[in-house]
């Protein structure tokens, strides 16, 4: 957060923070989700009076619809999709193409109007998903989503609440 604070005085216009496909941050994906980073990074920026003058943008591990709408309501303003567009022209994502190795579907050499219209499909899908979401909490524009943690439930929140009292000697709640 502090580094994001200090790119923003100096008057960077956008970060991108980019995760593994695991959507895990820092080197070798060995630091934390890329979610926990955008509630840190969100939440200090507002405190500082800061968030309103940069674009944060997120990129890696997002592999679901839904998970578009969670790292935006985690704080970021944009979402970079790779891997769901590979995945859309039949990549297997058996990462030979980073060992030097030969495609087993060769996507490099797929029909132009077979891509164009299966990204076109995943895009349109996805943005009717989005729309779904944003109609379930009753907002009518993405951009009023970004950091609402209220609407949205995290499996370590709901882990910690749940478990909580069983596992640290307290009682439940009946």
């Known amino acids: 957060p502090q580094l994001a604070e200090r790119l923003v005085a100096a008057g960077v216009e956008s970060i991108t923070f980019v995760a593994n496909y695991h959507g895990r941050s820092g080197a070798f994906g060995a630091g934390e989700f890329l ?18 003058l940069v674009t944060l943008i997120a990129a890696g591990g997002i592999a679901q619809a839904e998970h578009m709408a ?3 309501i985690c704080g970021a303003d944009m ?4 891997i769901p567009f590979l995945i859309a022209l039949e990549c297997r994502m058996c990462l030979n193409c980073t060992k030097g190795r030969p495609c087993p579907v060769d996507i490099a050499h797929a029909p132009v109007d077979f891509g164009a219209r299966r990204m076109t499909n995943l895009g349109s899908s996805w943005h009717s998903q989005l729309l779904e979401v944003l109609g379930a909490m009753g907002i009518r ?3 009023r989503l970004r950091g609402e943690y209220g609407r949205a439930m995290f499996y370590e929140d709901l882990e910690r609440e749940t478990f909580q009292a069983l596992f640290a000697g307290g009682k439940a709640d009946r």
């Open 70 to 72: 969670k790292i935006i």
């Open 141 to 143: 524009e993405v951009r």
């Open 35 to 52: 979610k926990e980073s955008f509630r840190r990074i969100h939440t200090h920026l507002v405190e500082q009076g800061l968030r309103d």
């Open 79 to 82: 979402v970079v999709l790779d």
